[in-house]
């Protein structure tokens, strides 16, 4: 499966990238170090230290790596410190975190794609990148204030923690990690489940691979250690992800297999959390609260409630705790017909 997104991503144009921040504390606070691994398969990989070592690490097929670290501009919280390590005077004089025409530029030039070239908007990775980091880079000016393709391995992860917590294929699985050997004896979910480890990276990690990754949190260590998870989630889950139609252009069947990666956990119409299907038929608009003062009974018991709900921003923000609501399910509290695949 990791061979059939390469050759998705090569017929389409699309990067790949997976991405990771450490930041001067919680909430989405400056970033103090960040890192990328680039795959675009139609690109012959980039010769450098960064690049070489990340490859040896990672799924086959890396064209670029890059890490950085930055100045926030700001103390860094001791708690933040504890985690990655990074003291104030480990960044002091560095690329500034806001205004550095680089940082920002790479950001952008991957989100925007070259018209000129042929070359698409990128396909943006991370784990609890969809609820942190995408939202902070849009906080930053890193990335647009648009819609985005973002593959989350944690959303990922805990969908199948719940869905089906056991591998489906195996026999299947590909060489193309480095680090444990691939054999099913290594592989801690096979005997266990899935859903016996954290959604975190690091229980993730040792789920799929048996072990711990040598590093973590480090933004470099991190985003290798996502790329081999979403690997394994690709391969050992494979009947999971639609097939591919020989009917239809490869964008198309890019669109279906990001698509259902991100597609909600069981009977959730989305990842906002806030309504579920109402499988026990209690309600006549066909769906219940699952969050909230609310919860269990139908969506339809406040309209007061229902309207402030709606009023939240449509993706998440990145703020701790902070919620949201999604397009899908605004259409739905809103009366509307429910659109065909919830993000």
């Not at 025409?101 to 609890?128: I, K, R, T």
Request: aromatic share 8%; glycine share 10%.
């Amino acid at each position: 499966m990791w061979q059939r997104l390469l050759d998705l991503l090569d017929a389409t144009r699309r990067p790949l990238v997976v991405l990771d921040f450490e930041t001067a504390g919680l909430g989405g606070k400056p970033p103090v170090e960040f890192a990328a691994l680039v795959w675009s398969p139609w690109e012959m990989p980039v010769d450098d230290e960064e690049t070489r070592r990340a490859a040896a690490l990672v799924p086959p097929g890396l064209t670029y790596a890059v890490q950085m670290r930055l100045d926030p501009l700001c103390p860094i919280d001791p708690g933040a410190t504890r985690v990655h390590r990074i003291r104030d005077e480990d960044v002091r004089g560095r690329c500034t975190a806001y205004n550095d025409l680089e940082v920002a530029g790479f950001f952008q030039g991957y989100a925007a794609g070259d018209a000129a070239d042929g070359v698409g908007p990128a396909v943006w990775v991370g784990h609890n990148a969809a609820g942190a980091d995408v939202p902070w880079a849009r906080r930053w000016g890193y990335l647009p204030d648009a819609d985005l393709d973002v593959v989350d391995t944690m959303r990922v992860v805990r969908r199948m923690q719940r869905e089906m917590p056991f591998p489906l294929s195996i026999d299947v699985l590909s060489p193309a990690c480095a680090g444990f050997p691939d054999h099913t004896g290594n592989v801690s979910c096979v005997h266990n489940g899935l859903d016996a480890y954290g959604s975190s990276l690091i229980g993730a990690y040792v789920a799929l691979y048996g072990g711990r990754p040598d590093e973590s949190h480090g933004a470099m260590a991190d985003v290798c250690s996502t790329a081999r998870v979403l690997c394994r989630l690709l391969d050992l889950w494979s009947p999971m992800w639609p097939p591919a139609r020989l009917d239809l252009p490869a964008s198309a069947n890019l669109s279906a297999l990001l698509a259902a990666l991100d597609a909600p956990e069981p009977g959730r119409v989305s990842w906002d959390g806030w309504l579920a299907e109402d499988e026990m038929k209690l309600a006549k608009t066909g769906y219940l609260w699952a969050r909230g003062k609310h919860k269990g009974r139908p969506a339809d018991c406040d309209p007061s409630y229902r309207q402030w709900v709606m009023g939240l921003p449509r993706r998440p923000t990145g703020g701790d705790g902070e919620s949201w609501c999604s397009q899908h399910t605004a259409d739905i509290l809103g009366g509307l017909r429910p659109m065909a695949v919830a993000r």
